[in-house]
């Protein structure tokens, strides 16, 4: 924005999700961990706007508060870091993630691995990865690392694995009634990532699904066309349904509730959906 000829000021504010860092996110019951503080901050005035890994913002976003605009979109695929590339012969090995996703998707591909919970930011997950002798592979999305001048050369790319909903994207949110830092906004959107991000986002909430129902997306803009891929796992990635459409560029405001609603049209999706979300976590992560 600075570079636009506005001054700009950062407000320092920690979330929840930062603060307890013991706990899985699906298992604190509660939505918005890493946005909550932040929305209350844009209420009160004490912030203009709010910068956000879109994947992390509730699809129910708090009242009064809109996502005004998204940046060029980064890599929205997964990668592994391993100690023994060995183990993707599927012999039995422990992988590090705390997301329900990337363990339903890797546990369908390789059923014999188990997983094993870790939190904290990049720096600390890979600190805890590299001293525990059991995990064999942790599992991080590759836009962060990058970003963060992070990634390993030998970090193996899951071109297998679907993102979840907005991986990659950074996310702009202001207040709904700020039209003057709306319009300030708009000069640095990135149309196809706002949009791709917009069906992706669409496709979770019609499934009403977060961080606690293991659902994936991803669209792609390809010329006058947007190629979509969907999915939702069990939580041990033994059952799983996918919904893949190509929609016309003018088709993107209903695509992802369209996509959603085909991946219920098949036979034992809504059964599943029901079965996930009535599960109840235990505070270590695990089903109560």
């Not at 190509?246 to 996509?259: I, L, R």
Request: proline share 3%; glycine share 8%; net charge negative.
């Amino acid at each position: 924005m600075e570079k636009l000829g506005y001054a700009c000021s950062l407000v320092p504010i920690e979330s929840t999700g930062d603060i307890h860092l013991t706990q899985p996110i699906y298992a604190m019951g509660i939505s918005g961990v890493f946005t909550k503080q932040l929305d209350i901050a844009l209420l009160e005035g004490q912030a203009d706007i709010a910068v956000h890994s879109l994947k992390d913002v509730p699809t129910q976003m708090a009242q009064g508060l809109t996502l005004t605009a998204t940046l060029t979109r980064g890599a929205y695929h997964d990668i592994v870091i391993l100690k023994d590339r060995g183990i993707l012969d599927n012999r039995p090995a422990v992988i590090a993630t705390s997301s329900l996703r990337r363990r339903a998707q890797w546990l369908a591909k390789y059923p014999a691995h188990s997983t094993a919970p870790i939190r904290g930011n990049v720096q600390t997950r890979l600190r805890k990865f590299a001293e525990n002798e059991e995990m064999a592979g942790v599992i991080f999305a590759k836009a962060g690392l990058e970003r963060l001048d992070l990634l390993p050369a030998d970090a193996v790319e899951l071109d297998w694995m679907i993102p979840a909903p907005a991986q990659g994207i950074v996310g702009i949110v202001c207040r709904s009634d700020d039209q003057e830092t709306i319009d300030k906004c708009q000069a640095i959107n990135h149309k196809d990532s706002f949009i791709a991000g917009h069906i992706e986002r669409q496709f979770l909430r019609a499934l009403m699904g977060g961080c606690s129902v293991p659902i994936s997306a991803l669209a792609v803009m390809e010329g006058d066309k947007i190629k979509f891929k969907g999915a939702m796992h069990s939580f041990d990635g033994s059952r799983f349904f996918i919904a893949e459409k190509t929609f016309d560029n003018s088709d993107w405001k209903q695509a992802g509730e369209t996509a959603a609603n085909e991946l219920l049209s098949q036979n034992g999706a809504q059964e599943l959906l029901e079965e996930i979300k009535n599960k109840k976590w235990d505070a270590e992560g695990t089903v109560d």
